[in-house]
T-cell receptor, first 114, second 114 residues
Framework: NAGVTQTPKFRVLKTGQSMTLLCAQDMNHEYMYWYRQDPGMGLRLIHYSVGEGTTAKGEVPDGYNVSRLKKQNFLLGLESAAPSQTSVYFC?????????????FGPGTRLTVL | AQSVTQLGSHVSVSEGALVLLRCNYSSSVPPYLFWYVQYPNQGLQLLLKYTTGATLVKGINGFEAEFKKSETSFHLTKPSAHMSDAAEYFCAVSGSGSARQLTFGSGTQLTVLP
């Protein structure tokens, strides 16, 4: 049982390049999330999904797109990377959408945009 | 709207001393409260959470937190710090709505001195 995994662990991009981050979970969770973590700001929600084939915007969605084609996978895309998107990206999943449900986090992807 | 304030971005304690990390929240609905820990270069791991019932919540690694509604606080404590407790700690709040409303504080870096 691997929990939540993220690919890749590190990535360096040039401004304007595109990339996709992959998140996978093997806990059969319905809800999945993408966060970014910046120094002194905690975690901020980018996008989330309440089930296969659904996505919704979070607090800071601009410049990102997501897809949830399979229940176990949640992809985060950057179409044209900008230096402001330099951050650590975390994926999380939860069984349900109640406020009391625990979110389980992946190990993170450290992205640098030059 | 909901928010979390963690007082003290950096806290240092001696090994064996009391650990106290402060968290205050605001929420327009009865809150669910979480403490997560992040070890260097890792994802977030749940320490404990308050949902309903007993206001003193015990978590992993000897940590506990007390929900005080009158003070809108959820401070994290541990009677005796261990070197392995050095990490960053995040307080988070969600409302009675869906889990996508999880809001994080900015984090407290705990240093344990020998």
């Amino acid at each position: 049982n691997a929990g939540v995994t993220q690919t890749p662990k590190f990535r360096v991009l040039k401004t304007g390049q595109s990339m996709t981050l992959l998140c996978a979970q093997d806990m059969n969770h319905e809800y999945m999330y993408w966060y970014r973590q910046d120094p002194g700001m905690g975690l901020r929600l980018i996008h989330y999904s309440v089930g296969e084939g659904t996505t919704a915007k979070g607090e800071v969605p601009d410049g990102y797109n997501v897809s949830r084609l399979k229940k176990q996978n949640f992809l985060l895309g950057l179409e044209s990377a900008a230096p402001s998107q330099t951050s650590v990206y975390f994926c999380a999943s939860s069984y349900g959408g109640r406020g009391s449900d625990t979110q389980y986090f992946g190990p993170g992807t450290r992205l640098t945009v030059l | 709207a909901q928010s979390v304030t963690q007082l003290g971005s950096h806290v240092s304690v001696s090994e064996g001393a009391l650990v106290l990390l402060r968290c205050n929240y605001s929420s327009s609905v009865p809150p669910y409260l979480f403490w997560y820990v992040q070890y260097p270069n890792q994802g977030l791991q749940l320490l404990l959470k308050y949902t309903t019932g007993a206001t003193l919540v015990k978590g992993i690694n000897g940590f506990e937190a007390e929900f005080k509604k009158s003070e809108t606080s959820f401070h994290l404590t541990k009677p005796s710090a261990h070197m392995s407790d050095a990490a960053e700690y995040f307080c988070a709040v969600s409302g009675s709505g869906s889990a996508r409303q999880l809001t994080f504080g900015s984090g407290t870096q705990l240093t344990v001195l020998p």
